[in-house]
T-cell receptor, first 111, second 115 residues
Framework: EDKVVQSPLSLVVHEGDTVTLNCSYE??????LLWYKQEKKAPTFLFML????IEKKSGRLSSILDKKELSSILNITATQTGDSAIYLC???????????FGTGTRLQVFP | DTEVTQTPKHLVMGMTNKKSLKCEQH?????MYWYKQKAKKPPELMFV???????INESVPSRFSPECPNSSLLNLHLHALQPEDSALYLC??????????????FGNGTRLTVT
């Protein structure tokens, strides 16, 4: 059965810290991995990663996929209170239109 | 604000009521989705529409009935719901479907409470 596992489940840091969120996947006919940030309501799209291994960056956020390890990391540098959210990763497959979501990592950033 | 608009934002309904959730996008996306999300859980897929045709039904109970009148609109008709159906219902759209590497764009959701 396809699955996506995220770690840690929860993370508490102070502003200015750097954090690394992990996502491992077992997806049949894997196509890509998506990262989303969910605050109160809508998950907002952050990155799409493929087995090409190309790193994606947006401001203080960056992410890369390791196809040998079947995993991805999301880095956030110089964290701010506005980064507090649940970060979801989801795998996609060539076989289906269904995203396989992980359980999420809850990040809390305190001043 | 997102480019996927959902109404209403909140809905309280009794178990005998009939109500509808609405979703609209004007990004020219051809795939639309309904997800259900319980507290502290990831979104669970309910339905996928691709080019206005239902392509996935994740064995959802018939008390939930989706409808896609055109490529910009998606409805979810609710009837005889149970209290355990209380959740955040998220609509999403994508240019193509997920298998074609199209990221999903989510709406803000409808917070549904069944009493």
């Amino acid at each position: 059965e396809d699955k996506v596992v995220q770690s840690p489940l929860s993370l508490v840091v102070h502003e200015g810290d750097t954090v690394t969120l992990n996502c491992s996947y077992e997806v049949t006919n894997f196509r890509s991995l998506l990262w989303y940030k969910q605050e109160k309501k809508a998950p907002t799209f952050l990155f799409m990663l493929t087995s090409s291994g190309i790193e994606k960056k947006s401001g203080r956020l960056s992410s890369i996929l390791d196809k040998k390890e079947l995993s991805s990391i999301l880095n956030i540098t110089a964290t701010q209170t506005g980064d507090s959210a649940i970060y979801l990763c989801a795998g996609t497959s060539y076989n289906t239109d269904k995203l396989i979501f992980g359980t999420g990592t809850r990040l809390q950033v305190f001043p | 604000d997102t480019e996927v608009t959902q109404t209403p934002k909140h809905l309280v309904m009794g178990m005998t009521n009939k109500k509808s959730l609405k979703c609209e996008q004007h990004m020219g996306h051809r795939a639309m989705y309904w997800y259900k999300q319980k507290a502290k859980k990831p979104p669970e897929l309910m339905f996928v529409y691709s080019y206005e045709k239902l392509s996935i039904n994740e064995s959802v109970p018939s008390r939930f009935s989706p409808e896609c009148p055109n490529s910009s609109l998606l409805n979810l008709h609710l009837h005889a719901l149970q209290p355990e159906d209380s959740a955040l219902y998220l609509c999403a759209s994508s240019r193509g479907t997920a298998r074609y590497n199209s990221p999903l764009h989510f709406g803000n959701g409808t917070r549904l409470t069944v009493t």
